[in-house]
Antibody, heavy 121, light 111 residues
Framework: QVQLVESGGGVVQPGTSLRLSCAASGFTFRNSAMHWVRQAPGKGLEWVAVISYDGSNQYYADSVKGRFTISRDNSKNTLYLQTNSLRAEDTALYYC??????????????WGQGTLVTVSS | QSALTQPPSASGSPGQSVTISCTGTSSDVGGYIYVSWYQQHPGKAPKLVIYEVTKRPSGVPDRFSGSKSGNTASLTVSGLQAEDEADYYC???????????FGTGTKVTVL
């Protein structure tokens, strides 16, 4: 069965960095694009970034462009999100998610449980 | 990358139907078939209930249906049940540089 397990969240000060990870299993990870989506406490869902199946292309929301970097290691079936220059408004539960058809525009049919990032001084 | 517009809330009695709208532009909802809908219960990860405007993933009841007209997509939940009470979000593809934009979310209450 498909499983996505995020880790790496925590409480950090503004301006610092965190690397989030998402361990994937139960499907052919190297064949699928992957997304990060976040949800601030009590707020709606916000798309963050997507990476192509082979890592050659990445796209970002304007709110994180230049500060966050999405990457993947297909040999380890793991997706990453490097978050730099963190701001209070980046406080959120970060989910990784798989598109049902492996492409950028597929509906996201599997989600992890999320990892919480709290940015506070 | 403006969020798609959804009504904040919708409600219906058990057995009735509720329809949620999702309004975008010709650059997102109106321009592509890649509109999806998600159901999210409190404290849970979102669940895909509709993709490509009208298609239901395996296991999603046929009480959930989707449609689109122009720049507005809609999700209809027929035969409302208590477990349908949740937040619902639409998303749309908006081109290569913006593969995904979410709606503002709608809280559905079963009266």
């Amino acid at each position: 069965q498909v499983q996505l397990v995020e880790s790496g969240g925590g409480v950090v000060q503004p301006g610092t960095s965190l690397r989030l990870s998402c361990a994937a299993s139960g499907f052919t990870f190297r064949n699928s694009a992957m997304h990060w989506v976040r949800q601030a406490p009590g707020k709606g869902l916000e798309w963050v970034a997507v990476i192509s199946y082979d890592g050659s292309n990445q796209y970002y929301a304007d709110s994180v462009k230049g500060r966050f970097t999405i990457s993947r290691d297909n040999s380890k079936n793991t997706l990453y999100l490097q978050t730099n220059s963190l701001r209070a408004e980046d406080t959120a539960l970060y989910y990784c998610a798989r598109p049902h058809n492996g492409g950028y525009h597929g509906g996201l049919d599997y989600w992890g449980q999320g990892t919480l990032v709290t940015v506070s001084s | 990358q403006s969020a798609l517009t959804q009504p904040p809330s919708a409600s219906g009695s058990p057995g009735q139907s509720v329809t949620i709208s999702c309004t975008g532009t010709s650059s997102d909802v109106g321009g592509y078939i890649y509109v999806s809908w998600y159901q999210q219960h409190p404290g849970k990860a979102p669940k895909l209930v509709i993709y490509e405007v009208t298609k239901r993933p395996s296991g999603v009841p046929d009480r959930f249906s989707g449609s689109k007209s122009g720049n507005t997509a809609s999700l209809t939940v027929s035969g409302l049940q208590a477990e349908d009470e949740a937040d619902y979000y639409c998303t749309s593809y908006a081109g290569t540089n913006t593969p995904c934009v979410f709606g503002t979310g709608t809280k559905v209450t079963v009266l």
